[in-house]
C-alpha cells in the first residue's frame, strides 16, 4: 500500500475524540491530503472497503522502558550489551503492531536506537528518549550492592552501557554536570527521580529526593538545552517541589493532593499516571499466595485503594493526561491500549481516554502539528478496528487493533484489506 491509496468507508476518529459517519481517507506517500464523505479523490489511487471499521490515529506512549526486557536483577546483569540492544529492537516491533506508533522512553533507550529506528534499520514507533534516569544516593533508582559496596541501578534495570553516564547525583554542582552529560549522550529528555517508589514502603515512597535546589539547576540546564524535564513520583513534597521547579511531566502521581493538582493545572504540567502497571501491582499485592513480603502486600493494598483518584482530580482540575504503562518486560512491552480502559474507569470519557492515549501524547512530545490526529496534512499513523474504540473494553482484547500504519505503509494488514 505504498504512495496513494483511498480507506473507502471507515469510522474516522474526528477532533474530539469521537467519529465522524463513514469517511473515504486519501493517503499520499505517506502524509493524509484528504478526509471526504464521498467526494471526489484520485482516480488512479488504490481503493480498499473499510465499512464497518473503525480508524483512529496510532497511539502515543509515553512512558516506556523498552531497554529492558526482564526484572530479573541476576539475567540482567548477565545478559551482554549487544543481547539486551537486541532485544530491545524485538520489544520495540512488539510495540508497534500492537498500535504504538510513537514512544517516549523514560529510561534506558539511547540514542543509538533512536536513530536506528529513524534509519529503518529496525522496525518500531517513532522514539524519544531519556537515555537515563538521574536520583540521589540512596534514591529510587539506587540498588546498592551492601556486600559489593557497588551502586547498581534497581533490579540492575540499567547495567553500565557504553555511552551512558552515570545515574547518581548530590548537590546543585553535580546536578549541573549530570544533565549536561545526559543531554550531550543524546536525550530528548531529561528524566528525575523526586520521590520512592511504591513498593519503597509507605514512608519512602513519599519522602522527597532530590532538594529544590538541585531540581532547579536541573530544570534551568535542560531548558537551556531546549530538552524537557519528566519526574518520576508518586506523592509528598517531592511532586510539589518538581512542579515549583517547572518541568514539563510529572510520572505516576498516585498520592497527589487536590493542592498538587491544582499546582499542575496553573502550571500547565502533563501527567502521565501509568495506571496499568499499578493495577497489576495492586493485584500481586491482594492475591492470596501473593509472592511479595508483608510490608509491601500493605503498600500494594494501600495502592489499590487509591488508585485512579488522581487522575479523577487531575481531569477536574483541567490537567492534561497523557497516555504511559511503564513497561520494563517482555511480558509488559505491547500491552499499551490497555491504559484507555483504566484511564476510562477513572473518570476520563471514552473520548477524552482516546485523545490521552493520541492527540495529548504528540502535545507532550511536541509533534502535535503532524502527529495525534486524523486531518489532512498530517502523517498517516494509524489503527483500524472491528469494534468501536469508544467501548474502552476493546482494548483490554489482545486482538482489538486489526490493522496497523506507519507514515502510510502497512505494518499489520487488517484481513478486510487483502486483495
Known sequence: MEGSFVLCGAYVM?????????????????????????????????????????????????????????????????????LRVLQTAGNL????????????????????????????????PELQVSVNL???????????LQGADVSASTEGFMPPAPGRPPFLVDGPEEMRRAVRQVIRAGADWVKL????????????????????EELSVAVWEARKAGKPVMVHAVGGEGVTWALEAGVRSLEHGVFMTEEQVALMARKGTYLVPTL?????????????????PPPLVRSGKKLAAQLGQSVRMAHEAGVPIALGIDSASRGTHGHSLEEIYWLRQAGLTPEQALLSATKRGAELCGCADTLGALAPGFQFDALLLDRDPLHSEVFLEADAVGGVFQRG??????????L
Open 14 to 82: 474526528e477532533e474530539d475524540g469521537g467519529f465522524s459517519d463513514p469517511r473515504d481517507v486519501l493517503v499520499e506517500d505517506g502524509i493524509i491530503r484528504a478526509i471526504t464523505a464521498g467526494g471526489s479523490l484520485p482516480r488512479d489511487a488504490v481503493r480498499y472497503d473499510c465499512r464497518g471499521l473503525w480508524l483512529m490515529p496510532g497511539v502515543f506512549d509515553c512512558h516506556a522502558h523498552v531497554g529492558m526486557s526482564t526484572d530479573d536483577a541476576w539475567e540482567n546483569h548477565n545478559t551482554s550489551y549487544s
Open 93 to 124: 516491533r512488539t510495540m508497534l503492531h500492537s498500535g504504538v506508533t510513537f514512544v517516549r522512553d523514560a529510561g534506558g533507550a539511547d540514542a543509538g536506537v533512536r536513530a536506528a529506528l529513524a534509519q529503518g534499520e529496525i522496525e518500531g
Open 134 to 144: 538521574l536520583c540521589q544516593t540512596g534514591g529510587h533508582m539506587d540498588g546498592y
Open 193 to 212: 527521580c523526586t520521590t520512592g517508589g511504591i513498593f519503597s514502603g509507605t514512608d519512602g515512597a513519599l519522602a522527597p529526593q532530590l532538594s529544590p
Open 276 to 292: 496499568t502497571v499499578y493495577q497489576h501491582l495492586a493485584a500481586l499485592a491482594a492475591a492470596p499466595d501473593s509472592p511479595l
Open 409 to 418: 505503509r502497512v505494518v499489520r494488514r487488517h484481513p478486510q484489506l487483502s
